[in-house]
DNA sequence: TTAATGATGGGCT
DNA sequence: GCCCATCATTAAA
């Protein structure tokens, strides 16, 4: 797998934009004693002019990646039990970025299955909060920078582009912006959440 | 098969 | 005190 040199501009771009790009982009977690690797498969766009978006309101502790540089990680726990993995996107200060839904299992995955405590490769990683528990991601992943070869926490690019069609669709598990077509997933994949 | 529910804690009013 | 960008388990059909 070769580590597209153009990786910095797929994040400087508008959101809805990154969310359809990033579909078929690698997520990588490396450290010194493991790699686990995952295809991605389904996203969300959060604007900063959505009311779904955590971003909404403005600025706060808990939001402030979302306001960085383009390609950084924002992490945030949802009820209490669950990390969500989104990349940061656009333009710093704007507020926006791309929730990750799902990934299709590439690479490390027994360390996946012990991580989620799961056989099933079709349940390791098909939601928000399943795929940052495979991948071992967490809040202290806030911030880290996505778009450098040496992150514990990356995106890769393969060399070799794949043909799929994407599918757009309503967002889920949110009370607001509910009609907007902000999530996208590659056809007939069956790795994503839900169809 | 789908539908309802409990777990669990941080953010925001 | 209420609201969540969720998931596993249980119950119902």
């Given at each position: 797998m070769k580590i597209n040199n153009k990786i910095s501009n797929l994040f400087n771009k508008s959101t809805l934009d990154v969310a359809k790009n990033l579909l078929g982009a690698y997520l990588v977690r490396s450290t010194s004693k493991e790699k686990i690797i995952g295809k991605i498969v389904e996203t969300e766009a959060y604007l900063?002019?959505?009311?779904?978006?955590?971003?909404y309101k403005g600025l706060s502790e808990r939001n402030k990646a979302m306001f960085d540089n383009p390609g950084r990680a924002y992490v945030y726990l949802v009820y209490g039990m669950y990390e969500c993995f989104n990349c940061t996107t656009n333009k710093k200060g704007v507020g926006e970025a791309v929730l990750i839904r799902a990934l299709e299992p590439v690479f490390g995955i027994e360390k996946m299955k012990r991580n989620r405590r799961c056989d099933d490769i079709k349940n390791l990683c098909s939601g928000p909060g399943k795929l940052t528990s495979a991948l071992g991601?967490?809040?202290?992943?806030?911030?880290?920078?996505?778009?450098?070869?040496?992150?514990r926490l990356r995106i890769e690019i393969p060399s070799k582009k794949e043909k799929f069609s994407i599918v757009k669709a309503k967002r889920i598990?949110?009370?607001?912006?509910?009609?907007?077509?902000y999530r996208f997933y590659i056809k007939d994949n069956q790795f994503v959440s839900k169809k």
């Open positions: 900063f002019d959505d009311a779904a978006s955590h971003s991601i967490t809040r202290k992943d806030n911030f880290c920078d996505l778009t450098s070869a040496k992150s598990g949110i009370t607001k912006g509910v009609s907007l077509l």
